[in-house]
C-alpha cells in the first residue's frame, strides 16, 4: 500500500475504477499517513473523522475519492476556520468557500484544514499561532509560507493534492522550498467567496501537486465564474489537461528577467539550477531571450505598501463584537476592542495592521499607499509589453534554500524580502507557474518559476509538462516519509 503515498491522481483514480481499492480504504490509507507523520512535520490543524468527509462529497466527479486538504483561510461548511488565528479560536464556518463547494461536486474528499502562517502573514509559517509546520526534506528547516502546511503534506506523500492562498507567493515560494509544483493562477480565474481576505486585489486560491497534471486536474475542477465573487472571469469549462502530451510547443520564446536572475544577495547554487532549467527548454526547442523589466526592482516595496494597506482594513472587522475571540476582562467598550485584537493576534499580524494604517494616514497616504499605486499600473503596462515580444517568462522562486527556524529573528527585512521573485505576478495579476529545479548542496530543493500573460494556465501546463518529463525532480521521494 504505500505506493499509494506517492501515487498521481490518475494512477489513483485507476486503482479505484479497478476496485483495487475503494474510497474508504483510500481516505483511512491517507487519514492514517497523518496518524504517523504529521506529530513531527506539523501540517495539519485538523483532520476529519472519516464517516464525515465521506458524507459531504459526491461519489461521482473526476476527483471521486481522491482526498485532499484545505489551507485553514478557505471556508469548509460546518468546520472550524480559525486562519491559525487565535482571534478565530472556535469559530465554525455557516457554509462552503466557492471552490470547497466544487471540489465535493466533483467528489474530492476534504480532509481536513492544513497549518498556515497567522491570516496568511508569513513566508516560512512559522507565525501559526498554534505550532510550527516543518519542511519534510529537513525538519530542521522552514517549508516556506504562508501555504506550508498545505505544500508540506503534499510533499511527504499525506494528500496528493492541496489547496493554499496566495498574496506574495505563498503558493510558490513552499513549492520551491519543498521540490513541488505550486500554481498562482490569474486573478480572478478562481473564485475568493470563502477564502479570508488578506489584501482582496492580490489574494488567489492556488493548487500544490507533486506534477504538473495533477495541478491541472484540480484547477479544471475549480476554475470559472462564481456568482458569488464578481472579479472571477467567464471562460467557460475547461479542461486544462487536454494539451499535456509532452510536446512542447514550437516557435516558443522564454523571456529570462536578467535583473532576477542576477539580483545581489542570490546564492550561487541557486542561480546555476536555475540556469540548468534554462538549458533542458532549449534542449527542448525553446528561444530563449534576455529581457530587463528594471520596475520589477521595486515590487517587494509595492507588495509590502499595498498589502499591509489592504490587511488594515480587511482584518478591522475582527473586533470581538460578531464571532471569534473577545477578552472579557474588560470594563469599556474601547477596551474590549484594544484588547481583543492585541490579545487576539499575533506579533506578526499586529505589525501588518500598523503598517498599513500608517501608510494610509492622512499625512503619509501621498509618500507611500498613492505612489506604490503608480508603480503597480507601470509594472502591469511593462509587463504587458515584455508579453508582446516573448510568449513567457522564466525566473527565480527564490535567493537561497529553505532556511532554519528563528534564522531571521533579528533580520525580519530579509523574511519580508522572500517575496520579493514572486510578488510581482501577484501585483500584476499574472499567473505563475513553480517547478523544481533541483537540490542544493544541503539536498533541498530549489525551484523556479514560468509567468505567463493573463489566463496562460494552458500554455503554462503544457509548458511545465514538457519540462517535467525530461527531468527526474518530480519522482524524487523523501526517506523520512517512506
Request: hydrophobic share 40%.
Amino acid at each position: 500500500m504505500n505506493e499509494l503515498a506517492f501515487a498521481t491522481i490518475d494512477e489513483l483514480k485507476s486503482k479505484l475504477a479497478s476496485k483495487e481499492i475503494s474510497r474508504e480504504e483510500l481516505l483511512t490509507f491517507f487519514i492514517n499517513r497523518f496518524k504517523k507523520y504529521d506529530s513531527q512535520l506539523g501540517a495539519a490543524l485538523e483532520i476529519f473523522d472519516k464517516d464525515s468527509i465521506l458524507e459531504r462529497s459526491s461519489q461521482e466527479g473526476f476527483l471521486a475519492g481522491i482526498p485532499g486538504i484545505l489551507k485553514d483561510n478557505i471556508a469548509q461548511e460546518g468546520r472550524t476556520l480559525t486562519c491559525a488565528s487565535k482571534i478565530l479560536e472556535g469559530f465554525v464556518s455557516p457554509y462552503d468557500a466557492t471552490v470547497s463547494k466544487r471540489l465535493k461536486k466533483g467528489g474530492a474528499l476534504l480532509i481536513g484544514r492544513a497549518n498556515m502562517d497567522e491570516f496568511a502573514m508569513g513566508a516560512s509559517t512559522e507565525y501559526s499561532s498554534y505550532f510550527k509546520t516543518h519542511n519534510p526534506w529537513n525538519l530542521d528547516h522552514v517549508p516556506g509560507g504562508s501555504s506550508g502546511g498545505s505544500i508540506a503534506a503534499v510533499a511527504a506523500g499525506l494528500v496528493p493534492w492541496a489547496l493554499g492562498s496566495e498574496t506574495g507567493g505563498s503558493v510558490r515560494l513552499p513549492a520551491a522550498f519543498c521540490g513541488i509544483v505550486g500554481l498562482k493562477p490569474t486573478y480572478g480565474l478562481n473564485s475568493r467567496f470563502g477564502l479570508v481576505a488578506y489584501a482582496s486585489s492580490f489574494d488567489q486560491i492556488g493548487i500544490a501537486t507533486r506534477t504538473v497534471k495533477d495541478n491541472a486536474h484540480v484547477l479544471s475542477v475549480i476554475a470559472g465564474k462564481d456568482e458569488c465573487d464578481s472579479t472571477t472571469v467567464d471562460i467557460g469549462k475547461k479542461d486544462y489537461t487536454k494539451n499535456l502530451d509532452g510536446v512542447f510547443p514550437k516557435g516558443l520564446t522564454i523571456g529570462i528577467i536578467d535583473n532576477m536572475l542576477n539580483a545581489e544577495g542570490m546564492m550561487p547554487e541557486v542561480r546555476e539550477l536555475v540556469e540548468n532549467a534554462i538549458k533542458e527548454f532549449e534542449k527542448l526547442g525553446a528561444v530563449i531571450k534576455s529581457v530587463k523589466i528594471p520596475v520589477v526592482d521595486y515590487s517587494a516595496a509595492v507588495y509590502f505598501i499595498l498589502s499591509r494597506a489592504e490587511a488594515a482594513s480587511n482584518l478591522a472587522r475582527f473586533d470581538g463584537v460578531r464571532y471569534g475571540y473577545r477578552d472579557k476582562k474588560v470594563q469599556t467598550l474601547d477596551e474590549m476592542y484594544r484588547e481583543t485584537r492585541h490579545d487576539g493576534f499575533g506579533a506578526e499580524v499586529r505589525l501588518r495592521i500598523l503598517t498599513g494604517n500608517y501608510v494610509l494616514s492622512a499625512g503619509h497616504a501621498a509618500d507611500f499607499y498613492n505612489n506604490a499605486k503608480k508603480v503597480q499600473q507601470l509594472m502591469r503596462a511593462k509587463l504587458d509589453e515584455t508579453f508582446k515580444g516573448v510568449d513567457l517568462l522564466l525566473t527565480p522562486t527564490q535567493g537561497a534554500p529553505a532556511f532554519k527556524f528563528g534564522a531571521y529573528d533579528a533580520d525580519h527585512l530579509q523574511l519580508d524580502l522572500m517575496d520579493f521573485f514572486t510578488c510581482f505576478a501577484n501585483i500584476t495579476g499574472v499567473p505563475g507557474l513553480a517547478l523544481p529545479a533541483g537540490f542544493s548542496k544541503n539536498n533541498l530543493p530549489i525551484g523556479f518559476q514560468l509567468i505567463g500573460p493573463h489566463l496562460s494556465e494552458e500554455l503554462l501546463y503544457q509548458v511545465g509538462y514538457a519540462y517535467e518529463q525530461k527531468t527526474p525532480w518530480h519522482k524524487m521521494q523523501l526517506p523520512l516519509f517512506m
